[in-house]
């Protein structure tokens, strides 16, 4: 079963910039388009980002365009989410995972879900 760790969360003010990183165990990551996820407190989950397994299609929503960036390094099983211009609203448990649709940015997940880390943007 392959494990997800994610990191780089933390707080920072309205208008600054965090890099989120998610590693994967396991050989099987390259084959799977991957996602990042966020919930909110007393929310539910909903896709940010997603990315084909070979990193050529990028889709985002819509509260995010312009502002965060996905990106993926199969040699190091690992996907990324440059958030600039953070917003409180962006105040979230963030997590990543596999996904089978990435255009439709769905929360149908192949894996189990890691820990997540969390961001907080103070106003």
């Known amino acids: 079963q392959v494990q997800l760790v994610e990191s780089g969360g933390g707080l920072v003010q309205a208008g600054g910039s965090l890099r989120l990183s998610c590693v994967a165990s396991g050989r099987t990551f390259s084959n799977y388009a991957m996602g990042w996820f966020l919930q909110a407190p007393g929310k539910e989950r909903e896709s940010v980002a997603a990315i084909t397994w070979n990193g050529a299609s990028t889709y985002y929503a819509d509260s995010v365009k312009g502002r965060f960036t996905i990106s993926r390094d199969n040699a190091k099983n690992m996907v990324y989410l440059q958030m600039n211009s953070l917003k409180p609203e962006d105040t979230a448990v963030y997590y990543c995972?596999?996904?089978?649709?990435?255009?439709?940015?769905?929360?149908?997940?192949?894996?189990?879900w890691g820990q997540g880390t969390q961001v907080t943007v103070s106003s």
């Open positions: 995972n596999a996904v089978r649709r990435p255009e439709a940015r769905s929360l149908a997940t192949v894996w189990s």
